[in-house]
């Protein structure tokens, strides 16, 4: 069974630049989740989506981030614009559903200069 | 959700078993105990569960105390790939109701570094 799929890997760029990530999920999982890890810390929760609903995105600097999973699959998080602040790993972990265990994706590391 | 207290940092040679504290004093009757690991530049990785009863599975063992205010993760035979951070993590069961949706809280976890 294929994991969950992240790209890219690592992004570098400078501070005020627009970036996104996209994620695909295990086939079949209705819940999707993107965390942020900055570095010495563990993930952190930014948003959570049930199918193509958002459940939780209450820890979401909503006025620089965006996430969308339009079709409830694959799912994209934006930010815009880029602070230094937002230097850390972007992971994306998905479940069967709310409670299920989570999937976790190898991540994106980004960096801003 | 019950905040969890682990040591930052654990040793343990290579082929003897890892015993990995937790403390969850305020534990409610609807959270379980969940432990992830995650590999240096990977995602965290699931290990096990577990609400009152112990668990086994073929990673490891989770005992949790009669009380359960706190709980230990057993990594029986550990091997150099066992070097990781490990977390343990209080969780409310979603179907518990309230606003939670059985979201993982991550702290700091211990840092398990295993020695040839």
């Known amino acids: 069974e294929a994991g969950v799929a992240q790209s890219p890997r690592y992004k570098i760029i400078e501070k005020r630049q627009s970036v996104a990530f996209w994620c695909n999920p295990i086939s079949g999982h209705a819940t999707l989740y993107w965390y942020q890890q900055i570095l010495g810390q563990g993930p952190k929760l930014l948003i959570q989506f049930q199918n193509n609903g958002v459940v939780d995105d209450s820890q979401l600097p909503k006025d620089r981030f965006s996430a969308e999973r339009l079709k409830g699959v694959d799912s994209t998080l934006k930010i815009q614009p880029a602070k230094l602040e937002d230097s850390a790993v972007y992971l994306c972990?998905?479940?069967?559903?709310?409670?299920?265990?989570?999937?976790f994706g190898p991540g994106t590391r980004l960096l801003v200069l | 959700d019950a905040k969890t207290t682990q040591p930052p940092s654990m040793d343990c040679a290579e082929g003897r078993a890892a015993n990995l504290p937790c403390n969850h004093s305020t534990i409610s009757g609807n959270e379980y105990v969940y432990w992830y690991r995650q590999i240096h530049s990977q995602g965290p990785q699931y290990i096990i569960h577990g609400l009152k009863n112990n668990e086994t599975n073929e990673m490891a063992s989770l005992i949790i105390t009669e009380d359960r205010k706190s709980s230990t993760l057993i990594l029986p035979h550990a091997t150099l790939r066992d070097t990781a951070v490990y977390y343990c993590i209080v969780r409310v069961d979603p179907r518990a109701g309230g606003t939670s949706y059985g979201k993982l809280t991550f702290g700091q976890g211990t840092i398990l570094t295993v020695h040839p």
């Open positions: 972990a998905s479940s069967l559903g709310q409670g299920k265990t989570q999937y």
